[in-house]
């Protein structure tokens, strides 16, 4: 058997397959969205692991896990889970939709006018470097913590 898990914005979403490939249980933890100010869409991680845990458990519900040989997960990529040190969360999660960093991409891009070259990327509010710069240019006790990042990904793999 094995158990799949998608975490994406919304949600959750496990899945238990039969060494044959047929779906033998399926589970969906929803997930909330923090919008504290105009633009801005949080996530506490915190959040991403407790629903992660609530869908493997309500699997194993349906179905003994006993079998389990292998566990995959996929999620969003974009976004800014940032963290100290101590591989501690720093803050909410910026999420890959929020905008509040726009004037931080058109700076970026002004700075270094071969970054879509370079990168292959527009210069966009979901990648890290514009959001490490717009929380930092707001929050200097912030920057001087932050160490680290990671996706959301990666929190659940590590919790």
């Known amino acids: 058997m094995y158990i799949g898990i998608d975490l994406g914005t919304s949600g959750v979403k496990a899945i238990l397959l039969s060494e044959q490939g047929d779906v033998l249980a399926t589970q969906t933890e929803t997930l ?18 407790q629903a992660t845990d609530r869908a493997i458990k309500a699997l194993g519900e349906q179905h003994s896990l006993r079998d389990v040989k292998a566990l995959g997960i996929a999620g969003q990529m974009h976004g800014a889970t940032l963290l100290d040190s101590q591989h501690r969360v720093l803050r909410p999660a910026i999420l890959w939709n929020d905008g509040r960093c726009a004037e931080e991409c058109a700076l970026l891009e002004a700075r270094v006018p071969a970054s879509r070259e ?10 890290l470097r514009p959001n490490y710069c717009g929380c930092s240019a707001t929050n200097r006790r912030f920057s001087v913590r932050w160490r680290k990042s990671c996706c959301r990904k990666t929190i659940c793999v590590f919790a």
């Open 32 to 49: 909330q969205v923090s919008r504290p100010h105009p633009l801005w869409s949080e996530q506490d991680p915190e959040q991403w692991w």
């Open 118 to 127: 370079i990168t292959g990327n527009l210069m966009m509010p979901a990648l």
